[in-house]
């Protein structure tokens, strides 16, 4: 509870009024918690049954024909820890942390860009992507807000006695560079939907990205 406080930027003491309903958080801070934990803040405000769904978005039908695929291959749903190495050698392994979920016919990641001070907020560090299916292969665009920091991961399932790897690349797009000149070697370990194992994970994330 604490460390979800810091990250919401919100009092614990605080944020225990608004659990015991003893307190209803300014529109500001409903829409950060709302945003941290990618839900309709209307479920909080109206009964369910009251809540008409939202009008289908033009897109929706756009990513469901031309990215949705009746394929072998399927991207699991759940946690995947994401360990990317240099081309180098001897360079050091960085960890990451993604979550699959499938919404209708697509399959959406979701995930953080590690640390790069020990002050910087989750929010600026939140990457989201979509998988499509090609050759075989699992492709999945990712970005930051915004469309900042593009890249795309290209993955081939690989099964062995301990589980599902996914071995691949990512491939990223900095301003003013080709695609291609920032490649690094990535691999996907599912982890299910174990919440603790994603959380020890978690934890290595930060205590690479700041190492003591």
């Known amino acids: 509870m604490s460390e979800l406080c810091r990250q919401l930027g919100i009092n614990r003491t605080q944020f225990n009024r608004y659990l015991a309903g003893e307190s209803f958080p300014r529109p500001d801070i409903l829409d950060r918690i709302c945003q941290f934990f990618d839900v309709d803040a209307r479920i909080l405000l109206k009964p369910l049954d009251e809540i008409e ?8 039908n ?5 990215l949705s695929a009746n394929v072998d ?7 995947y820890q994401a360990i990317e190495r240099d081309q180098t050698a ?8 993604y979550h699959v979920r499938e919404i ?5 990641l979701r995930g953080y860009d590690p640390c790069s001070s ?33 890249r795309m991961m290209v993955l081939t399932e690989t099964s062995e006695e301990n ?10 797009l900095a301003e003013g560079s080709e695609l291609g000149q920032s490649t690094q070697r990535v691999e996907l370990r599912h982890l299910g939907h174990d919440l603790s194992a994603a959380l020890r994970l978690a934890r290595k ?3 690479s990205a700041h190492p003591r």
């Open 104 to 108: 209708f016919n697509c399959t959406l």
């Open 205 to 207: 994330a930060k205590r």
């Open 90 to 97: 001897a360079s050091q392994p960085h960890h990451r942390l």
């Open 163 to 172: 589980g599902t790897r996914l071995l691949g690349y990512v491939y990223r």
């Open 118 to 150: 020990v002050s910087e907020r989750p929010a600026t560090r939140e990457v989201r992507g979509i998988v499509s299916y090609a050759d075989g292969k699992i492709c999945a665009l990712i970005s930051r807000k915004g469309a900042q920091d593009r």
């Open 53 to 60: 769904p939202h009008a289908t978005h033009p897109a929706v």
């Open 62 to 66: 756009v990513i469901d024909r031309y």
């Open 73 to 79: 291959t399927t991207f699991a749903t759940g946690f």
